[in-house]
């Protein structure tokens, strides 16, 4: 009986996600057929993970980072589903697939997930999907050219975007005032202030103010 690679893809553009199942289940594998599961956005993918706990019903899944729209002020994104994956079902790989290919942001998730591959969205082609399945199965992990340039860059980088780095973006977007930090984030008021300045020289916005640093962050895919 042939085997069966069965993919989780978790993103919040339903068309987007119904093309990687075409291509996938239409093409011809030396050793196995695939079947792909569509979650659409960041509930139904949660919801498909914790249900799949202590198995291996997905031997990948698929994770886009941007899972809620902007006007919906959620913080979680691909990333924490990544780590839930990590969590729940160790077995299965996780790979992500993104149009964000800027190497803090690789970094970050490299550095909280250590996923099987990642892809950037403009260099996805039917072939470029196919060549995932069969590397992530059998050798990863798998990268697309940009994003191994991205992850290549994090190798001389001493600047790192951690958690509560992006919880600091996540409150300016919402309006958080600095001094106000402290009670959702545990860290102290100077330190707070500290990776704020960080964050700015680093993001090429060191002079200017904090909506130059939000619009730079969620250009980075950290918003």
């Known amino acids: 009986m042939e085997e069966v690679v069965t993919i989780l893809t978790v993103d919040d553009h339903k068309m987007t996600a119904l093309g990687y199942k075409y291509i996938?289940?239409?093409?011809?594998?030396?050793?196995?057929?695939?079947?792909?599961?569509?979650?659409?956005?960041?509930?139904e993918g949660e919801k498909r993970i914790k249900d799949a706990e202590g198995t291996k019903r997905y031997d990948i899944i698929l994770l886009d980072i941007q899972l809620f729209p902007a006007e919906a002020k959620d913080q979680r994104t691909g990333q924490d589903l990544g780590k839930l994956a990590r969590k729940l079902v160790p077995e299965s790989k996780v790979v992500f697939m993104s149009s964000f290919s800027d190497s803090?942001?690789?970094?970050?998730?490299?550095?909280?997930?250590?996923?099987?591959?990642?892809?950037?969205?403009?260099?996805?082609?039917?072939?470029?999907?196919?060549?995932?399945?069969?590397?992530?199965?059998?050798?990863?992990?798998?990268?697309?050219?940009?994003?191994?340039?991205?992850?290549?860059?994090?190798?001389?980088?001493?600047?790192?975007?951690?958690?509560?780095?992006?919880?600091?973006?996540?409150?300016?977007?919402i309006g958080t005032k600095t001094k106000d930090m402290t009670s959702v984030i545990p860290l102290s008021q100077a330190t707070i202030d500290n990776r704020k300045r960080?964050?700015?020289?680093n993001f090429?916005?060191?002079?200017?103010?904090?909506?130059?640093?939000?619009?730079?962050?969620?250009?980075?895919?950290?918003?």
């Open 104 to 173: 803090y942001r690789i970094n970050s998730i490299c550095q909280a997930v250590n996923p099987d591959g990642y892809l950037v969205k403009s260099e996805i082609d039917e072939l470029s999907l196919i060549d995932m399945v069969k590397t992530v199965i059998s050798k990863p992990p798998y990268y697309t050219h940009l994003a191994l340039v991205a992850a290549r860059k994090n190798i001389a980088q001493t600047f790192k975007v951690d958690e509560h780095d992006q919880a600091i973006l996540y409150q300016l977007s």
């Open 204 to 223: 090429g916005v060191p002079d200017k103010n904090d909506l130059a640093l939000i619009e730079e962050a969620r250009n980075r895919g950290f918003i």
């Open 24 to 43: 996938l289940e239409d093409a011809v594998f030396d050793d196995f057929s695939v079947r792909v599961e569509v979650a659409n956005g960041y509930l």
């Open 198 to 201: 960080a964050l700015k020289l």
